[in-house]
């Protein structure tokens, strides 16, 4: 059977490298690394403003990644920006939006990775609370800078998530937002202080959002679920 390929969004962002300074399509290696080790092959998917181009990816590919990034634009789930809340990405918004609705037209498993479950819940109808330090009165979920926060999260019995990486676990996490409502999905795991961590959708699907980041840990379960049911997916095609 061959290995499934599995996109991955990335960002559109200035970059230096060698002699060359300018934009470009860009992601951190650690992710398609992690699809890579897990029997994926990875496939960059930056933002395309073409009619019709989120539907002719998704026919072509066996799983989807919505990766980290930028703050959703607010008027996206109607709300005014927080004044922490800035750079947003229409183009990439725009383009990650049209990606899970071609997703879910032809049932493609997908993982979305903190920025990317945020994404999800706002296409669902749902919002997000724009700064979780006004929340939970503390920064470890993003320390702030390169650094990544260190937490533990419980997950909820019977997930498909707890199946796939136990009942709690040790994460890395960068985001100073989270979900605060999620139409369609079901709450899978929690931070100590109540913050929600991941949700999934219901069904059989494989369709899963995490505010962590699996790519930059040993995290050998979450991503070996999504490769193994994108090979099913590519297997019933």
């Known amino acids: 059977m061959p290995a499934p390929v599995i996109g991955l969004t990335t960002y559109r962002e200035d970059a230096a490298w060698g002699v060359w300074q300018q934009r470009a399509d860009l992601l951190p290696a650690q992710y398609a690394a992690a699809v890579e080790a897990a029997g994926g092959v990875p496939l960059l998917l930056p933002p395309v403003d073409v009619p019709g181009a989120a539907d002719a990816v998704a026919e072509r590919l066996d799983g989807l990644v919505i990766s980290g990034g930028a703050d959703v634009e607010p008027g996206r789930y109607d709300a005014e920006p927080h004044p922490r809340t800035t750079g947003w990405r229409p183009d990439r918004d725009a383009w990650e939006l049209a990606l899970l609705d071609a997703a879910e ?12 479950m945020q994404v999800m819940a706002v296409r669902a109808g749902g919002t997000l609370d724009q700064h979780v330090p006004d929340l939970v009165e503390h920064e470890q979920h ?22 796939l990486v136990g009942d709690r676990l040790a994460v890395s996490c960068h985001h100073h937002q989270s979900v605060r409502t999620h139409p369609g999905f079901a709450p899978v795991a929690h931070a100590a202080d109540g913050t929600l961590e991941a949700m999934e959708a219901n069904g059989e699907r494989f369709c899963v959002g995490v505010q962590w980041h699996p790519e930059t840990a040993v995290d ?17 095609r």
């Open 142 to 163: 993003s320390p702030g800078g390169p650094e990544f926060g260190a937490i533990e999260v419980t997950t909820t019995p019977g997930s498909r998530l707890a199946g």
């Open 220 to 236: 050998v379960g979450l991503l070996a679920g999504l490769v193994r049911a994108a090979a099913a997916y590519n297997a019933d």
């Open 105 to 116: 037209a032809v049932g493609l498993p997908v993982l979305g990775v903190c920025r990317g």
